[in-house]
């Protein structure tokens, strides 16, 4: 036996130490199991048809040559972008030549990402009597009871111990004990695999491939071409997709695997799942008297489906369509979240997520869903909403993704693609309603079924398509953005159930279809859940009976017809008229149907058979018994679908309207004029009691700005004032209120624009940037040549290195970006680089009224991010991750921006800052300084080797919140003052860059992007007076050298971290320059992220009179008002909260050390305190 692995190659898109989609939710609880999606490729020669000795073709790419292995492998990343593992040998010694096998995965980590010993294709030695079995297995999927599975190979024997804690390895231990049949039929999950088996004793090869039950996972196998007119000596290939059999596969003999069939070379396809109401014509259990199947059977079974799914040690959500099947799901999910959650310490919604256009049927039912499941406090809902023009060029892509031709399947699937992309970014599973119309006759065609009996026939015959239809939409769709899907009603047990139900209980009344009521499709699955869930919530009647919409009819009622409209006009009558002679297999019968088609033949030539599309062209067409509720086009009456929470309007949900107004006109207030976009911030100010400038201070931000006039404070419980004199600021990495430096220099500035509007504010303003450009300069000692681009905050910055990037390279260049330290930096940051708006605010638009999530022209961008800490706490090398991301890129032909942080939340400084690239030519480089605590030699060294630098004064510096810039460093700035505004100059207007920037904050190199900026009299006031009162800040120390600075700053650190651990009960767990991190116990563990919430609320307050028990000492602790750094989430064990030095505090300490660290006395003395008596606080209810 010959085993090669010496080329397994790790290709990480993402962290290796927990790689996150851009903005992630929270963590699960158990770590003890991995679990793998992937994609999986294999081959093997053909050794059981050989006759005559004839020698294996040598001309087989993937058994003769580790590059195309290793390539073709790569095809299918988008499956597993954590990575991917190559293996290949050669097995057998019955013929005159071994036959040569190879095996290749792509990892998607759902378990222990950082675990590479479990990582697949397995490789592993079974002793057996007198010898051994090898066994090369790659599995993709889930195993729910995988621990049965092996525990039953122990009860019949087996002594081997399993290597991994990968749920997967226990289908080799069965397969080595049981046999290929018996294995695939003890599996309860969704999974595909194969396996190559070598008997060492005698030599003897076998081969052995399955597909699950339902067919929730894909497989296709093949035979490669033979260099003879004989396929005696042909290889077998095996893939979990199409593209990655293409060009090495007689397209003549590619198969889909079907659902609940394996493989073997000697007899082919058999099926191992066929239960008796699958097979059986005249099953009719409900016929038996003592068949006796109550709703409460139901229910339960549902809820052991649901829970099953549950099992995840990554972020996970849910697809809430708003139609009743996914509601159900979170119907019986929300509770056992909840449950989950509360047994680890962790309040945190769960996350949920929508596909639609404004007001569409399934938006609106969506939104009174998550209303209905306790709003915001229990659910963080996502809506991904669209317009038809911005989905048509995608369509290439979702069918070269799909791997289908068929119309009513495309359809479906482009909103799927959008609504799994969008999700991606949080998480990397979700739990969907798939399967529940195909169980309980969900279909509108169903009201014309004759007889219970068709109803039922019917079911099968549809149940028996969705491996080739909804559920192949699902796995590619959420596979083509590596995020995994799970389907509770799909469940083997909870299908056996249901389909013994008796079928008059799931006939359809065609009057309660018109009305909406009882009666119509699914009422029996409907009134199962139409009582309140375990957490008391109902699904809102007007979702629970509104219609069965397929997904491509509730995004939009008329979206159909404009996406058909628009592809129809792509395709002329003269390819029509032709098209029996060009598609001879499975015609198009419509323009919309050859427009698919033609794009999945440049794909996927010869392999149209293997498409498997409905009978007549959709799911009704091939019912046995004829309705006029569909056509080839879908549903004729998609007036069916509207409902009472959608808004009575007048105007189609695809009606072209702006997401917001761009209006700019002033509205005349006491002091500076206000303009409309600034009217809810500087309302609600004024509202709380605030004066005309301080109301100002908080104005052109996002929603961190807004005050909240029930407690008077922004998000961070910060005030547009200095705090009073007697309290302690210790704060300045999360938010800073003004410090009376910089309020009384804010204040003179305000004096200045007091009184003017339109041009004249617009002309002042521009001379307060210019003035406040060439100040920044001198205070960061800046090289000659280096630009400053002024931006709202260090999180819309982000947008300005993404424009860069499409100005020095072009519009036709993939874009991806690369972000380092999630979860430690700002989190408006990652979807930010993406190109998403991370705020409901827009601070030259106001509140974003549409359901827009990017701004136009930076739609199609990439993106990963790499988690700071890994589940440890340990810190991630996010310098090998940006690495291997950048070259990646480069392999791929994309444009790579690659980010560098330098002080995360706890001050934590990636090991290195990578450099551009050709000056920009080839790659960008983002050094993240907006926590400002770099020294000017650090900050030189960034600029000279072209990389940008985001930067803010309102972290160390402690201007309000806040005000950012991008320094653009010469080589970069050169190239770009020669350069047009980048294409698509949509970029510009209101809903891209023009919502977030006007000229006045563009340097000299962008003077182009300017001129299309300054289309409207806009002026950022607030952004103005916070910068004024950063430049205070950072006047004030500008007198001091860095090196007295940094030894200051080490001398304060090492002092207060001494103070910290003198606490019994503090930990001083990580200290980073002017930021030390501080975790608080809680009896033999740690206070919780939301624990720590309740804390940092409390260190702002005097709470001394709800300690009864304390001391004196404690007392006063307790009283004096202290203000901290937010918490942060650092590990599974805790969280903390930091004590951050500030330019005014570092100015004091300068000036008397004694003082300011009596202060942060005071400030240690009340986390002690607070953690001491955190019961006592926490049942107090403040």
Known sequence: HRHHTNHQAMLRLGSVLGRRQLAGKGAAATRTTKREMCGLLAAIDDVWTQRGGAAHDPNVPLLSDADSLRNTTKILYHRGPDGYQVSSGTVGNSTPTPARWSMGHTRLAIVDPSNRFADMPFNLEFPTEGGKKIVHLAANGEVYNHTEVYDECVKAGWETPKISGSDCESIAHAYAKFGGPKTAAMLDGMFAFVIFEEDAQTGKVKAFAARDPVGIKPLYYGRTKCSTSSDDAAAYIFSSELKALVGHCDPSTVVAIPPGHYWTPEEGLVCYYNPEWLRNDDYAPWEDESHNVTDDDVREAFSKAVKKRMMSDVDYGFFLSGGVDSCIVAHDLLPFWREERAAIGDDRPISTYTVGME???????????????????????????????????????????????????????????????????????????????????????????????????????????????????????????????????????????????????????????????????????????????????????????????????????????????????????????????????????TKEELYYRRIYDENFHGLEHVVKPWEGGGRAMGAAWKSDMYTREGLKNTNLLSHSLQQKAAFSTTSSSRSFSTAAQSVEGPAVSIQNFDMEAYNAALESGYSDFEASLTLGGDDRSLIKTDVRTNKYHIKPVPIESTSVF??????????????????????????????????????????????????????????????????????????????????????????????????????????????????????????????????????????????????????????????????????????????????????????????????????????????????????????????????????????????????????????PAPQPHTMFDAEGLGGFLTEKEMPPCLQSWGEMLGQERRSNVGLALRWEAGLAGMEALSHVPDDVRIAAVDNWAGTVSNMVNGEDNLDAWCTERSIVSIRVQKGDGWLSMSELRDLYRWMSMDVSGLVPDATEEEKEALSQSTYIGQPVHVSDSHAIVRIALGVESLVSYLDDSNSTLQEDQAVVKKLAAIGKHFATLKDSGH
């Open 359 to 589: 007001n569409s049927p399934d938006v609106m039912a969506a939104k009174a869903m998550v209303d209905a499941l306790g709003g915001e406090k229990h659910v963080q809902h996502n809506i991904r909403s669209f317009t038809p023009d911005e989905v048509f060029d995608l369509i290439p892509k979702i069918v070269y993704h799909m791997e289908t031709y068929e119309a009513e399947l495309i359809r479906s699937a482009i909103p799927n693609w959008l609504l799994a992309e969008r999700a991606a970014q949080d998480v990397k599973m979700v739990l969907t309603g798939e399967g529940a119309d195909e169980l309980f006759a969900g279909y509108l065609y169903f009201q014309d079924a004759p007889s219970p009996r068709h109803a039922q026939n019917e079911l099968r015959r549809i149940y028996g398509m969705l491996g080739n239809i909804n559920l192949h939409r699902t796995d590619r769709m959420t596979m083509a953005h590596g995020l995994e899907a799970r389907v509770p009603f799909l469940d083997t047990e909870f299908t056996r159930l249901a389909m013994s139900i008796d079928p008059a209980r799931k006939m359809v009344d065609r009057e309660a279809v018109l009305t909406n009521s009882r009666g119509r499709e699914k009422t029996f699955l409907r009134e199962l859940f139409e009582g309140p869930n375990d957490n008391g919530h109902s699904i809102p009647s007007p979702v629970l009976w509104r219609a069965k919409a397929m997904q491509c009819e509730g995004v939009g009622e008329d979206w159909v017809s404009i996406l058909q409209r628009k592809v129809s006009s792509l395709v002329s009558d003269a390819e029509m008229a032709d098209a029996h002679i060009t598609y001879p297999v499975n015609t198009p019968h």
């Open 730 to 979: 210790r704060g300045s990495c999360t938010g800073n209120p003004p410090t009376q430096r910089g309020y009384d220099a804010a204040m003179e500035l305000f004096a200045k624009l007091e009184g003017l509007e339109g041009k004249d504010l617009c002309s002042a303003v521009q001379a307060v940037y210019d003035d406040h450009r060439s100040r920044l300069s001198a205070l960061l000692n800046l090289p000659e040549g280096t630009e400053v681009v002024l931006c709202p905050s260090g999180s819309d910055a982000e947008y300005i290195p993404i424009a860069i990037a499409r100005a020095l390279k072009g519009d036709d260049v993939h874009i991806t970006n690369g972000i380092t330290q999630l979860s430690e930096i700002g989190a408006g940051s990652a979807p930010a680089a993406v190109g998403k708006y991370f705020s409901t605010h827009v601070p030259l638009v106001g509140r974003l009224s549409g359901e827009r999530e990017v701004l136009s022209g930076f739609e199609n961008l990439g993106g990963i991010t790499v988690s700071a800490r890994d589940n440890e706490g340990n810190v991630v090398d996010a310098a090998t991750e940006m690495d291997n991301f950048a070259e990646e890129a480069f392999a791929r032909g994309a444009y790579p921006i690659i980010h560098g942080v330098f002080g995360g939340k706890t001050g934590l400084r990636d090991s290195k800052m990578a450099p551009s690239l050709e000056g920009g030519d080839k790659s960008l480089s983002v050094v993240d300084a907006c926590q400002g605590r770099f020294s000017t030699d650090e900050l030189h060294e960034w600029l000279n080797q072209d990389s940008l630098v985001l930067f803010t004064a309102s972290k160390f510096y402690q201007a309000p919140p806040f005000c950012g810039a991008v320094l653009i460093p010469k080589g970069v700035a050169d190239k770009l003052r020669g350069t």
